[in-house]
C-alpha cells in the first residue's frame, strides 16, 4: 500500500501593521515581516509606502522622514 502525499500546508501570513491575516492578492514582505499594502506607512507621518521605503531601527519610514 502507498503512502498518499500530503500537500504542503502553508500558513496564511499576518500583517506586521494590523495583525489580521493577509489574503489580499499582493503581500509586502518589508524588514522580514509581511504587510497590507494599505497598511506599509511611515512610522512618522503615516504616509502610505507603495514604491519604496526607507528602515532604521525596525522602523519604516518614507525618504523625507528617513533623512530628517
Same mark, same amino acid.
Given at each position: 500500500?502507498?503512502?498518499?502525499? =500530503? ?7 499576518? /500583517? $506586521?501593521? #494590523? ?13 522580514? =515581516? ?7 506607512? /511611515? $512610522?512618522? #507621518? ?23
Amino acid at each position: 500500500m502507498q503512502g498518499k502525499t =500530503r500537500p504542503e500546508k502553508r500558513e496564511i501570513p499576518q /500583517c $506586521a501593521g #494590523c495583525n489580521q491575516h493577509i489574503l489580499d492578492k499582493f503581500i509586502l514582505k518589508v524588514l522580514d =515581516r509581511h504587510w497590507h499594502s494599505s497598511c506599509l506607512k /511611515c $512610522a512618522d #507621518c503615516h504616509m502610505q509606502l507603495a514604491e519604496r521605503c526607507f528602515s532604521r531601527a525596525g522602523s519604516v519610514y518614507c525618504k523625507e522622514d528617513f533623512f530628517k
